[in-house]
């Protein structure tokens, strides 16, 4: 990235970029997974829904991001990520620490996609909301 930087030598051109890229249309996962949504939902609804909120749209006062709006692989490889130690075990990412805890409710890797599967009809949220306005 830092060689990349000498082509924004300006301030408009900085503000330029960042507005074509304002510009672009978000994408969300929908590749097919191979879990049972019926047991994640129970799975989700316990170990994920305090934090992320009950449709995975994030929670501010947590500072947990929406989980829709991630990639099904990289949701997946976070979690073990956090099973594994391999994040939150930094002192100070208090919340990290909470996840890596958490994260163990899952059991096994099915039980991650089955939660996966369960989260992909749920409505997509901009990182901006916080509250859910309209489901039916």
Sequence with gaps: MQQMSIFFS?????????GYIGTFKPQYPTDSVNGNPEDGRHA??????????ALGQGVELFNTPGLRTIGN???????????NLQRGANG????????????HI???????????AYMQPLP???DNIQEVTDVE
């Design 106 to 116: 899952l059991e096994d890797d099915q039980m991650i996609w089955d939660v996966i």
């Design 124 to 126: 997509v949220f901009d």
């Design 44 to 53: 989700f609804v316990y170990a994920c829904s305090t934090c992320h909120g």
């Design 73 to 83: 692989q990289y949701l997946f490889d976070q979690i073990k990520k956090f099973q």
């Design 10 to 18: 300006t301030t408009k051109l900085i503000n330029d970029t960042v």
């Design 92 to 103: 100070k990412d208090r919340l990290g620490r909470i996840m890596q805890e958490v994260s």
